[in-house]
C-alpha cells in the first residue's frame, strides 16, 4: 500500500500509548491514520465520492461508498488504495469498479495492475474466480450496486458424520452419531511439503479412515480447510502450495476425489466461515465476526439475518499496520496484514522480543505451547506476548466496522488456548474502551469457552452437509479405490 505521509503517522501517535502494544512499539494502527483523515475531513469543506465495488464473473458486486477530500493529495490516494486493497480482501472478486475523481481513478488503476505492487492479490483473485482481473473507471452514477446471495448452511445433526478442520498444522476431527461425540482427535501433519496430490490424498484418506472407525458407519463429512472453496473446489490454499501449479486441476478436485474413494458425500467450506458459525452458534447472534488465531488468521461473517454472505472474507491479506517496516507476509509479500498479527506467527515473533530464550530449532507448535504455559504460569514476559497482541486487535476492531456490519467479535483457534486467550480477551476489551469508546459500545469481544476454542471450527464442519437419505455404509476403511486416477 502506498504509505500515508510522515506527518499523518505522526499526528496518528497523539494520545496513542505505546504501552497498547508492549512488545511492539512500532506498530502504526492505520485505524488511527483512518479517524486523522477523518478528522481533516471534517475540518474540510470540500469533500468528493469515492465509490469501490468488487464483481465476480457470475454477477455478484459488493459495494462500499465513501468520501475523499477533494484535492488528491498523498493522503487521499493513500486512503482510496487502502480502501480498494481492503475491500478485494474482504468480499473477493475479479473486477474492481472505482467511481471518484479522475486523479484518485488513475491512482487506483496504477496501483492494481498486474506489474504493480498489488500484483499478489490480482493473480490469487484470477485464480480463484478464473477470470482475468481487470479495473473498471466509472463516470458519475455509473458504478453498480450491491447484488449477491446470502448463504444457508449448518446445523445438520443427523446421522454419522466426521467434522474435520485442516489447519497448517494438525489436522483436527470429530466423529458424530446423532449430535453425540463418538471421537475427537488430532492429527499432526506438515501439508506444504507435500509436491504432489497424490501423496496428499492418500494422507487425508488415512486420516478419515482412522476418526471414522468409531463410527457403525459413515454417512457424509464436513470438512474446514484454509484457503478458498468454490463448490466444494479447492480454488487457492497455502496449505498445499509445495504442490507445483501442473497439478492444479487435481488439487482443486481432491474433495471431490475423496467423496468419491469414501462413497460418502462431502461438504467443504473455508475456515473463515465455519470460524462464523461456530462464533454464531456460541452466542446465538447475528452480525457476528469469528476470528480464528492459528497458523494465520481466518475470518468468516453472519450477518443481522444470520446468514453467510459469501464473501471470501481473507482479512490474512488486508493491511492494518502502516509501518513501512512492519513484519513482512512470506506468501504474499505484503507488509503489515493482519495474519501477521493473529496467528502461531505473531507469536513466534513476540517470543523473540519478550526476551525469552528458546532453541531456534523448536518446532512453531512447541514454541506456542511454551507461550502459552509461561503465561499460564503468571510469567510476566509471556503474557506481555498475549497483552501485545490483545493490543492488535483493539487497534484493528474500527477498521472492521468500516467494511462490516458487526456487533460480535468471537474469538477462537490455537493462539487462544489457556490463559493466552483470557488475556488477549480482556486486554483488547478494556484497551477498545479507552482508544475507541464509540466502538466499543457497538461492538462487543467474545471468547468461546476454553473447551470448545480448539476443536470449534471440526465440530461445525460436522454439521455442514445435508444428509437427505440415511442409510447403512460400509466402514470407510474397507473402501477400494478404484475408479481413482491419482
Same mark, same amino acid.
Given at each position: ?11 496518528? =501517535?497523539?494520545?496513542?500509548? $505505546? ?20 478528522? /481533516? ?32 493529495? @498523498? ?78 448452511? #449448518? ?31 488430532? =492429527? ?12 496428499? +490424498? ?47 486441476? /487435481? ?22 466461515? &465455519?470460524? &462464523?458459525?461456530? #462464533? ?31 464473501? %471470501?472474507?481473507?482479512?490474512? +491479506?488486508?493491511?492494518?499496520? $502502516? ?22 506467527? &505473531? ?6 522480543? $519478550? ?38 486487535? @483493539? ?13 460480535? %467479535? ?29 466502538? &466499543? ?11 470448545? /476454542? ?16 440415511? /442409510? ?5 476403511? $474397507?473402501?477400494?479405490?478404484? #475408479?481413482?486416477?491419482?
Amino acid at each position: 500500500m502506498t504509505e500515508f505521509t510522515e506527518q499523518s503517522a505522526t499526528n496518528g =501517535f497523539l494520545g496513542w500509548n $505505546s504501552l497498547v502494544t508492549p512488545l511492539d512499539k512500532g506498530f502504526r494502527p492505520a485505524a488511527l491514520d483512518l479517524a486523522l483523515y477523518r478528522r /481533516r475531513q471534517k475540518n474540510s469543506k470540500e469533500s468528493a465520492p469515492l465509490i469501490i465495488a468488487i464483481g465476480r464473473p457470475n454477477g455478484v458486486v459488493s459495494r462500499y461508498e465513501t468520501s475523499i477530500l477533494h484535492k488528491s493529495d @498523498a493522503e487521499s490516494r493513500a486512503y482510496a488504495e487502502w480502501v480498494a486493497q481492503f475491500m478485494l480482501w474482504s468480499r473477493g472478486g475479479s473486477t474492481l469498479y472505482v467511481e471518484a475523481t479522475r486523479e484518485i481513478e488513475d491512482h487506483i488503476a496504477s496501483q492494481f495492475r498486474p506489474e504493480g505492487p498489488h500484483a499478489f492479490a490480482l493473480q490469487l483473485m484470477e485464480k480463484i474466480y478464473q477470470s482475468p482481473f481487470a479495473v473498471i473507471l466509472c463516470e458519475p452514477g455509473e458504478s453498480p450496486m450491491d447484488r449477491g446471495t446470502p448463504c444457508h448452511w #449448518g446445523s445438520q445433526n443427523n446421522g454419522c458424520r466426521l467434522g474435520v478442520d485442516l489447519g497448517g498444522s494438525e489436522i483436527k476431527i470429530v466423529a458424530v452419531q446423532d449430535g453425540e461425540t463418538a471421537f475427537q482427535g488430532r =492429527f499432526p501433519w506438515s501439508p506444504t511439503e507435500f509436491n504432489d496430490v497424490s501423496s496428499c +490424498f492418500q494422507f487425508l484418506l488415512s486420516v478419515f479412515n482412522e476418526a471414522s472407525s468409531s463410527l457403525p458407519h459413515l454417512d457424509a463429512i464436513g470438512i474446514s480447510t484454509a484457503g478458498v472453496v468454490d463448490e466444494n473446489q479447492l480454488m487457492v490454499s497455502n496449505l498445499v502450495r509445495g504442490i507445483g501449479p501442473d497439478q492444479n486441476s /487435481r488439487v482443486q478436485g481432491i474433495f471431490s476425489d475423496l467423496a468419491t474413494a469414501l462413497g460418502v458425500p462431502i461438504t467443504v467450506t473455508n475456515d473463515g466461515e &465455519a470460524s &462464523a458459525l461456530a #462464533g454464531m452458534e456460541a452466542i446465538q447472534e447475528g452480525s457476528t465476526l469469528g476470528m480464528t488465531l492459528g497458523t494465520s488468521l481466518a475470518c468468516g461473517y453472519t450477518n443481522a439475518k444470520n446468514h453467510l454472505t459469501g464473501w %471470501i472474507n481473507e482479512l490474512a +491479506f488486508a493491511s492494518i499496520d $502502516s509501518n513501512p517496516e512492519a513484519p513482512l507476509d512470506d506468501w504474499s509479500g505484503y507488509r503489515g496484514v493482519g495474519g501477521s498479527y493473529f496467528s502461531i506467527n &505473531a507469536v513466534d515473533r513476540l517470543l523473540d522480543a $519478550s526476551g525469552i530464550e528458546l532453541d531456534p530449532g523448536l518446532p512453531l507448535q512447541d514454541r506456542l505451547a511454551t507461550a502459552r504455559g509461561l503465561a499460564e504460569e503468571k510469567n510476566e514476559r509471556a503474557v506481555n506476548i498475549y497483552r501485545t497482541i490483545g493490543g492488535y486487535l @483493539a487497534a484493528t476492531i474500527p477498521l472492521f466496522t468500516e467494511f462490516y456490519d458487526v456487533r460480535n %467479535i468471537v474469538l477462537m483457534g490455537g493462539v487462544t488456548s489457556g490463559n493466552g486467550g483470557e488475556i488477549i480477551h480482556k486486554y483488547a476489551t478494556a484497551t477498545l474502551k479507552k482508544l475507541f469508546p464509540d466502538c &466499543a459500545k457497538k461492538v462487543k469481544l467474545h471468547i468461546l469457552a476454553s473447551n470448545r /476454542r480448539r476443536m470449534s471450527q471440526a465440530k461445525t464442519a460436522a454439521t455442514l452437509p445435508e444428509i437427505t437419505v440415511e /442409510r447403512f455404509r460400509p466402514n470407510p476403511s $474397507s473402501v477400494l479405490l478404484e #475408479g481413482i486416477q491419482l
